[in-house]
T-cell receptor, first 111, second 111 residues
Framework: SQTIHQWPATLVQPVGSPLSLECTVE??????LYWYRQAAGRGLQLLFY??????ISSEVPQNLSASRPQDRQFILSSKKLLLSDSGFYLC??????????FGPGTRLLVL | KQEVTQIPAALSVPEGENLVLNCSFT??????LQWFRQDPGKGLTSLLL?????REQTSGRLNASLDKSSGRSTLYIAASQPGDSATYLC??????????FGSGTRLQVQP
């Protein structure tokens, strides 16, 4: 069966520090991968999606970036965090045309 | 631009009641619509997926309907239980490989 992992589960970082959140999927090949952010009191916003290694599409301009160094690994990064980057970050995977499966999320607090 | 709205934002009902959650979307050109459940501080769990050619899907006490022409979907929960308490999210897939989410309905089922 397929599983999706995210780490860390919780992160507290100072403004201006770098960020690296990792997401890995097991039990499937060539999945579509997604990064979403859920800010307090707001809905989920798609940040990035990837249909293959090295293929990243950005949905909104921001100081975040994403990379897919391996088929089942998706990384969300920032060189310098802003206060507004605080939120709940969710990674998801899907196969073409099928439902998306979400990871447990990473709660990021930027102080 | 696709926009998804969920009404009501919050709902509190006594145990045993049947209830309906509403979702509307502005662009009827969708591939599918999904309902998710999110427990506090957790990731999303897929409940039901309705393809654009379908009118409804059922899973246990849950029934979701889709009226694509009018841009509406409903999630019907029969005989609600305290364990149903969670936030319910509606999301549409417009074929851009990503989902557009509503802001959710926060459901509380009182024992």
């Amino acid at each position: 069966s397929q599983t999706i992992h995210q780490w860390p589960a919780t992160l507290v970082q100072p403004v201006g520090s770098p960020l690296s959140l990792e997401c890995t999927v097991e039990g499937t090949s060539n999945p579509n991968l997604y990064w979403y952010r859920q800010a307090a009191g707001r809905g989920l916003q798609l940040l990035f999606y990837s249909v293959g290694i090295g293929q990243i599409s950005s949905e909104v301009p921001q100081n975040l970036s994403a990379s897919r160094p391996q088929d089942r690994q998706f990384i969300l990064s920032s060189k310098k965090l802003l206060l507004s980057d605080s939120g709940f970050y969710l990674c998801a995977w899907s196969l073409a045309g099928e439902t998306q499966y979400f990871g447990p999320g990473t709660r990021l607090l930027v102080l | 631009k696709q926009e998804v709205t969920q009404i009501p934002a919050a709902l509190s009902v006594p145990e045993g009641e049947n209830l309906v959650l509403n979702c509307s979307f502005t662009d009827s050109a969708i591939y599918n619509l999904q309902w998710f459940r999110q427990d506090p501080g957790k990731g999303l769990t897929s409940l039901l997926l309705i393809q654009s050619s379908q009118r409804e899907q059922t899973s246990g006490r849950l029934n979701a309907s889709l009226d694509k022409s009018s841009g509406r979907s409903t999630l019907y929960i029969a005989a609600s239980q305290p364990g149903d308490s969670a936030t319910y999210l509606c999301a549409v897939d417009t074929g851009r490989r990503a989902l557009t989410f509503g802001s959710g309905t926060r459901l509380q089922v009182q024992p």
